[in-house]
């Protein structure tokens, strides 16, 4: 009668880590998902950022070109104006009275030239600047269309996926609940499974015995630890990272190969 209620624990016990590690695994795959879910999204979002940055800049250099053109009628409107001034000198020169008037007439003569050769090299500067910055457009547009012909296909992509991954989540999850509810007379164990499996960096809670190694954090683990896992009558943790253990050829155990 004892042996059978030993037995029966053992059973139990055993049940409990095959559970545990069953629930690891299909958590361990909804975390894949997510993580694959979570980085399409990210991506499509930078595609996005990066087509608006593109947009932004061929409204900016639009704006620049509209601005130099302004910049240009400018010094057209200035080199005439200065134009007509001298014209207007030289038929004063025909007029002058003394050698001061001469002097001054065509001192402004010069300066309205020197005007019109500035205003010139403005056109000239300018002229250039519009080309290069209608060159940058056509770039920048060529860039958009490359990236919104790419951005359209990542678009359907995540969107095969994230309903693809979605029922698969949808499944896995019920598989989940269904272990949970078979372990629902040990909430402590449960609790203290989602508490460790939280705090782990890479979501593992509950890990197999690795080459004498804990299969979490790799610390080697003494043949008397080794031996009490194996008889599977307490759940035992890993006394430096405190994972659950479980002996790799427990009945229900497969260990992810390496």
């Known amino acids: 009668m004892a042996n059978d209620k030993t037995q029966s624990e053992k059973l139990t016990v055993e049940g409990r880590l095959v559970n545990l590690y069953k629930l690891q695994s299909i958590l361990s795959e909804i975390d894949r998902i997510r993580t694959i879910r979570g980085e399409l999204p990210a991506e499509v979002k930078d595609m996005e950022d990066n087509l608006e940055g593109l947009r932004t800049r061929v409204a900016n250099l639009t704006a620049d070109i509209e601005d130099f053109n302004k910049r240009l009628v400018a010094e057209k409107e200035h080199i005439e104006e200065s134009k007509s001034k001298i014209a207007r000198y030289k038929e004063q020169l025909d007029n002058v ?116 190694a804990c299969g979490g954090c790799f610390n080697r683990i003494p043949p008397q630890k080794q031996l009490e896992i194996k008889m599977h009558k307490k759940i035992i943790v890993c006394e430096y990272c405190g994972r659950i253990l479980v002996d790799p050829d427990l009945e229900g155990i497969k260990p992810a190969e390496a």
């Open 97 to 212: 009275r003394n050698n001061r008037e001469f002097d001054l007439l065509t001192k402004e003569v010069e300066f309205e030239s020197l005007e019109i050769q500035l205003a010139e090299k403005h056109i000239n500067e300018y002229g250039r600047i519009i080309e290069q910055k209608k060159s940058d457009i056509q770039q920048a547009e060529a860039d958009i269309n490359d990236r919104e012909h790419i951005l359209n296909e990542k678009r359907s992509e995540l969107e095969e996926i994230v309903s693809e991954t979605r029922q698969d989540e949808e499944r896995l999850r019920a598989e989940a609940l269904k272990i949970e509810e078979t372990l629902v007379d040990d909430p402590r164990t449960l609790a203290a499974f989602k508490r460790i499996r939280k705090n782990a960096r890479n979501g593992l809670g509950v890990v197999c015995i690795e080459r004498n």
